[in-house]
């Protein structure tokens, strides 16, 4: 499931200064990437037939909006209008919809001919509609469970424990090993002024899996209300759980930037308390 980039960011956040800045840049490097993982397994794995028709017009419009990114138009009418004309061919090849997003996205180009910040101008006028409205829009439209009926056999069947063990133990572990493998092989460096420890509560809360995870949750037992009540639980479950024991682990282990200073020797290495 993917990792839910606000709520991961706001329990990094009650931490305040004591996080280094490259754990909060690392996390979010993760989440993107959790969430774009989420949506194409969406667009390949929950797509019933594909009409060639329409996946072809939207591959050309995809191309349309490529040009655009390659002329490094300033102005974002043009992207929005083929955003949205990608939007409806996408929604009618039989993919899910949700991928015209992630590919529109691709095509803004990070300058314009003149310098222009296209993406972070784009990142800022979105981000208040997306943490205000968007967000808790969906959180309340899709996270109600109802217990109804629902008993101790229910809550403890196997599908929730499966989706809770998955956030708390398979995010952890999966992202930490990769993390240190790219490490360890020289793919990768470690995030600046973060031991271990630090990155492992980082990895533990990529397990708070919320919006994404209740969306696929659905598409994957359509119709199935009790099996969709069961994930709902799995997911609420686990995402408290990773958010709990990664804002402890890291409450623990971190240390305010004057004391994080301390931990360098004369020379001028980072001594590591891992």
């Not at 419009?61 to 990608?86: E, S």
């Not at 803004?108 to 808790?136: C, F």
Request: hydrophobic share 55%.
């Amino acid at each position: 499931a993917a990792t839910d980039i606000a709520f991961a960011m706001g329990v990094l956040g009650l931490l305040g200064t004591r996080v280094p800045a490259s754990l909060r840049l690392f996390l979010l490097t993760v989440a993107i990437v959790d969430d774009i993982g989420a949506v194409l397994v969406i667009a390949f794995f929950y797509t019933p037939t594909v009409k060639t028709v329409w996946l072809l017009a939207s591959v050309i419009v995809f191309g349309a909006m490529m040009v655009l990114n390659r002329m490094q138009v300033g102005r974002y009418t043009p992207y929005i209008l083929l955003a949205l004309v990608l939007w409806y061919c996408v929604l009618n090849t039989g993919v899910h919809a949700t991928i015209a997003g992630v590919v529109a996205a691709l095509t803004i180009p990070m300058y314009s001919k003149t310098g222009k910040r296209m993406v972070e101008h784009l990142e800022h006028g979105l981000a208040p509609w997306s943490a205000y409205l968007v967000v808790p829009v969906f959180g309340f439209a899709n996270a109600g469970v109802s217990f109804a009926g629902l008993g101790a056999d229910e809550i403890l069947a196997p599908l929730p424990i499966a989706i809770a063990a998955g956030l708390v133990l398979g995010k952890q572990v999966g992202i930490f090993s990769t993390i240190w493998l790219a490490v360890k092989f020289g793919i990768a460096e470690r995030p600046e002024n973060a031991n271990w420890v630090e990155i492992w509560g980082v990895s533990i809360l990529t397990g708070i899996g919320f919006t994404m995870s209740l969306f696929i949750g659905g598409l994957a037992f359509p119709g199935n209300e009790l099996f969709i009540e069961e994930a709902k639980i799995g997911i609420l479950s686990g995402s408290a759980i990773s958010a709990i024991m990664g804002y402890v682990i890291l409450r623990l282990t971190t240390t305010h930037p004057e004391e994080r200073d301390l931990l360098i020797n004369p020379e001028g290495e980072e001594r590591d308390p891992a």
